[in-house]
Every structure is written in C-alpha cells, then in structure tokens.
C-alpha cells in the first residue's frame, strides 16, 4: 500500500513558475513508476508527465513538454514537478499517481492516487 500526499498548489500569474510535490509512503517507492495527471472543471483527467523507478526514464504530455519537469528523489520517497512558462489552460487540479507495473499515459495503469492540489494560472 502507498500513500500519496501532494502539495505546491496555488495561484499563480501567467508566465509564472511553481513546484509540486508529492510525498509517497512506504519502503519500496523507488521500485513505483510515478506519474502527474491533472483535471479541469467538467474536463476528463488527462495525463501530464511520468517518471520510472530505478530507470528514471521521463514521458510528457506535449502541452507541457519544455515547461513542464518531472523528477524523484528516492531518498526522500517524493517526486517533483517543476512547471514554468504556466498558462491559464494549466489551471487544474493536480494528481500523483503510483503505477506497479510500467510508464503509461493511461490513469487507469495507475494504482494509487493521491488527494490533488488546486493549481490556478491567471491572466
């Protein structure tokens, strides 16, 4: 079982920079591929970035790429995102997610989810 509390949230003016953070529980987080996916309002949750364990391979979803960085620090059992040049369309809720198996874009791979943080990119 993992347990994924994030935090970083909040409002932001367009072109502005915030770092999420995700606080995973549990020994065996490095072995977990971790993922970021976000929701708007009356909007499907849509993939953002994916990070493997050991591998450290990174995936993005084109909107973010170039802004957007994701990273771990296993020692620490949490992963970061880094998002620069924010847009009013990034306003979201964001989540971290836990996979067991592969990096995948599909929610549904993931096993674990956490609360979400409130992102608002203004104007």
Not at 33 to 44: C, D, I, L, N
Not at 67 to 85: E, G, H, P, W
């Amino acid at each position: 079982q993992v347990q994924l509390v994030e935090s970083g949230g909040g409002l932001v003016q367009a072109g502005g920079s915030l770092r999420l953070s995700c606080a995973a529980s549990g020994r065996t987080f490095s072995s977990y591929v971790m993922g970021w996916f976000r929701q708007a309002p009356e909007k499907e949750r849509e993939f953002v970035a994916a990070i493997g364990g050991r591998t450290t391979g990174t995936y993005y979803a084109d909107s973010v790429k170039g802004r957007f960085t994701i990273s771990r620090d296993n020692a620490k059992n949490t992963v970061y995102l880094q998002m620069n040049s924010l847009k009013p369309e990034d306003t979201a809720v964001y989540y971290c997610a836990a996979a067991q198996r592969y990096l995948s874009t599909n929610p549904n791979d993931y096993d674990y989810w956490g609360q979400g943080t409130q992102v608002t990119v203004s104007s």
